[in-house]
């Protein structure tokens, strides 16, 4: 069973010319998120540029959060990725999902009214509370640093 959240429609082209977020294929894990602009936007080279997607996401329950990530697509062939790398929306936000996009090309790039800019996901959160020690139980790994067990 699917989880339900709720949404408020803050730009009335969506669901006319801008389509609603929906999954792609029955095996996307995320939902894509478009630019709910007027006009074209020219994202110039090593700039950023925050684009509105006309909708406001309430997560409500505390167990859960959303995340925005990166079109692949996007970021591969084009350079174009998230200015805050992940994007967290908490479960009581309730203002209008907004994404950062940064030109990490050498090429100015064009985002058009209703391009999918993005994906939502939402995920489910485990709070913790802290056990604080003098020591750690050892580990094959223990203290090993970043690239320890070496490439291959």
């Known amino acids: 069973m699917n989880k339900k959240?709720?949404?408020k429609i803050?730009?009335?082209k969506i669901g006319k010319s801008i389509p609603l977020p929906s999954y792609t294929t029955s095996g996307s894990a995320a939902m894509d998120l478009r630019a709910c602009i007027n006009e074209s936007i020219q994202l110039k080279?090593?700039?950023t540029v925050l684009v509105p997607t006309g909708l406001a996401f309430y997560i409500e329950d505390k167990k859960y959060a959303g995340i925005v990530l990166p079109r692949s697509g996007l970021g591969h062939k084009h350079g174009i990725?998230?200015?805050n790398s992940v994007g967290l929306i908490d479960s009581d936000y309730q203002g209008e999902l907004m994404v950062s996009l940064f030109n990490n090309?050498?090429?100015n790039f064009e985002?058009?009214?209703?391009d999918r800019i993005?994906?939502?996901m939402l995920i489910p959160i485990i709070l913790i509370d802290f056990d604080f020690v003098e020591e750690f139980e050892k580990t094959e790994r223990?203290?090993?640093?970043?690239g320890h067990s070496g490439t291959s």
Do not use: E, H, R
């Open 5 to 7: 959240i709720q949404v």
């Open 10 to 12: 803050l730009n009335n």
């Open 45 to 47: 080279s090593k700039k």
């Open 81 to 83: 990725i998230l200015g």
């Open 105 to 107: 090309s050498t090429k």
């Open 111 to 114: 985002i058009n009214p209703g």
């Open 118 to 120: 993005a994906q939502f």
């Open 142 to 146: 223990a203290s090993g640093g970043f």
